[in-house]
């Protein structure tokens, strides 16, 4: 069991992890916007996506050819969801963490999303 703890507390602690949970608080997003809003390569995007995945903080859903990223509403693990509801509280006032904000408010999925 604190294996699993462990889990979430290491999903936590890389700082575009906590950029792409607060990126997917406001909308759901694809890979190609999220490599676009952080501008790094598309496998680091892949990484990190995976370990919030394991670590029960997001979840996927296939539009077509599109894969959307969503905040898990309703995790196995109930801590989950106190982390999230407290992620503000605790990230809200960072100068990325707004630049985010604002740059999601900007996206362009066309844009971000051609090869």
């Not at 190609?32 to 995976?50: D, G, P, R």
């Not at 903080?57 to 509403?73: A, R």
């Not at 904000?101 to 090869?115: F, G, R, S, W, Y």
Request: hydrophobic share 40%; net charge positive.
């Amino acid at each position: 069991m604190l294996n699993e703890k462990i889990k979430l507390f290491k999903a936590l602690s890389d700082p575009n992890r906590l950029r792409i949970l607060k990126m997917l608080q406001l909308k759901p997003l694809c890979v190609c916007e999220v490599t676009s809003l952080l501008n790094l390569a598309t496998s680091t995007v892949s990484k990190h996506l995976h370990i919030l995945k394991e670590a029960g903080f997001i979840t996927e859903k296939k539009d077509g050819k599109w894969v959307y990223y969503y905040i898990n509403n309703n995790p196995a693990d109930k801590r989950v969801n106190r982390i999230l509801m407290e992620l503000d509280f605790w990230i809200s006032d960072n100068q990325q963490i707004i630049s985010d904000i604002n740059k999601i408010e900007e996206l362009d999925k066309q844009l971000a999303c051609t090869p």
